[in-house]
T-cell receptor
Framework: DTAVSQTPKYLVTQMGNDKSIKCEQNLGHDTMYWYKQDSKKFLKIMFS???????INETVPNRFSPKSPDKAHLNLHINSLELGDSAVYFC?????????????FGSGTRLTVV | KNQVEQSPQSLIILEGKNCTLQ??????????LRWYKQDTGRGPVSLTI?????NTKSNGRYTATLDADTKQSSLHITASQLSDSASYIC??????????????FGKGTKLSVKP
């Protein structure tokens, strides 16, 4: 069974569109995250959700909005997509805020904005 | 400023050879240090995790070391295999959660194992 699953794996869309990426974890973790990995392969955290509450929101444009219907899901909605949004987006989960032993990443969603 | 620096940026070795990847960090105090392996097109997968009081941790052919005094860690890969070709990322978890929440990532070392 996949522990942290993201859909879709690939997403190609035009500038200005609105899109969503879904993430689900079956590990029973209470914290989920979204990361962005740019062309230089550097992972940067975007959001963290703990018990359905947003606890970290880095300097991310407000076009990005995380939505968590329950603690097993954290979806990422992006409005008015821009070329610079092209990257690989990773979902992750852990038990606790401090990134404990069980910190697990999904396989990523490659977003290409044209 | 909490930072994690890795070297080399990229490395090419022949199959069967050993190699060592380096990680220097300025994160202090920290809770734990991890090494992740990221295959092309996949998410990072945890190899080892060490608390500040541990010196070494092994996972098969992977052995990580930690020197908390010099703030250095290394990942040693023994008898490399073609499947070891990947990016290896050093990650430090600050005790206070850090400015990014809880994990400070290095930029990774891209390892290529050639036959």
């Amino acid at each position: 069974d996949t522990a942290v699953s993201q859909t879709p794996k690939y997403l190609v869309t035009q500038m200005g569109n609105d899109k969503s990426i879904k993430c689900e974890q079956n590990l029973g973790h209470d914290t989920m995250y979204w990361y962005k990995q740019d062309s230089k392969k550097f992972l940067k955290i975007m959001f963290s959700y703990n018990n359905k509450e947003l606890i970290i929101n880095e300097t991310v444009p407000n076009r990005f909005s995380p939505k968590s219907p329950d603690k097993a899901h954290l979806n990422l909605h992006i409005n008015s997509l821009e070329l610079g949004d092209s990257a690989v987006y990773f979902c992750a989960s852990s038990q606790g805020l401090m990134g404990g032993v069980g910190y697990t990443f999904g396989s990523g969603t490659r977003l290409t904005v044209v | 400023k909490n930072q994690v620096e890795q070297s080399p940026q990229s490395l090419i070795i022949l199959e069967g050879k050993n190699c060592t990847l380096q990680c220097n960090y300025t994160v202090s105090p920290f809770s734990n240090l991890r090494w992740y392996k990221q295959d092309t097109g996949r998410g990072p997968v945890s190899l080892t995790i060490m608390t500040f009081s541990e010196n070494t941790k092994s996972n098969g052919r992977y052995t990580a070391t930690l020197d908390a005094d010099t703030k250095q860690s290394s990942l040693h890969i023994t008898a490399s295999q073609l499947s070891d070709s990947a990016s290896y990322i050093c990650v430090v978890s600050p005790t206070d959660g850090g400015s990014q929440g809880n994990l400070i990532f290095g930029k990774g070392t891209k390892l290529s194992v050639k036959p």
